[in-house]
């Protein structure tokens, strides 16, 4: 039997133990709805992220973290939570009042295609312990806007820079995370930083050395319901970079150069 012939007998055999779990829903919109069963399908194993449609009602708690003109972030309750399977288990189960990050999208001029392609690019799988999981789309509706509802991870609901480009650029970034010895990459207030001293000048960079307060995300565990931990009053270097005609493309160029592995020589925050 090949590859792809097993992965279908496995999504068959999953699908079976999750029909009850996915029934009666539609968000309404076709073209979500078959990209919604389209994710589902692709659950082949009990580490796989069950995709779903989830309704505004389900969340209690909603708070605005975060806003910029394309997105808003709240922190949120998810009342079901979602579905669970481990290895032992013969059924899922859902992991109630569940902590969530809901990631509003609006002023698209393609708000389902922006939803979809967005979407497309979070991981099936929990296996590696990706940084970022997506467990499904909501919409609210008062407003009409689409919703990403994501894992409330430490970071996640926490920033946004101001500036477009460089939130898709961190995004990007955190999608790389395949392991956990991938560095997480975060936008970083400057208020986190203490103990500024200028080390060196030259050109278009100034470097510094700082404390980081709250420090970088980091955890040297391979099971994947271990969480992330920071290490506080990290020092660090901050390079600033100035005099650029470009400086946003510069700062994303620089940053680019850097590898996401830890063990790398110079590690990039």
Known sequence: ??????????????????????????????????????RQLKVVDHDFIVFEWIPYSQFSEIKEISKSSSMTVYSAIWGDGPLHKSKRDKHYTRISNKKVALECLHN???????????????????????????????????TNDYILVQNNSLTLVNWISGNEKI???IKERQFKGNTRNDVVFEWIPYTQFNEIKETSKIDSITTYSAIWRNGPL????????????????????????????????????????????????????
């Open 218 to 269: 980091y955890s040297k565990e391979y099971k994947k319901n271990k969480n992330y931990k920071r290490i506080s009053n990290k020092a660090v270097a901050l390079k600033c970079l100035h005099n650029s005609q470009n400086p946003i493309d510069f700062l994303i160029n620089k940053a680019k150069k850097y590898s996401t592995e830890y063990a790398s020589i110079y590690v990039l925050y």
């Open 167 to 169: 939130d898709d650029f």
């Open 108 to 142: 698209s001029q393609n708000p389902i295609d922006s939803l979809i392609n967005k979407s497309k690019k979070y991981k099936y799988s929990t296996k590696f312990g990706p940084f970022l999981k997506l467990y499904g789309i909501s919409q609210n509706p008062d």
């Open 1 to 38: 039997m090949s590859s792809q012939n097993i992965g279908i007998e496995y999504s068959k055999y999953y699908l079976k133990h999750l029909k009850n779990k996915l029934k009666n829903w539609t968000s309404g919109n076709e073209k979500i709805d078959n990209f919604i069963r389209e």
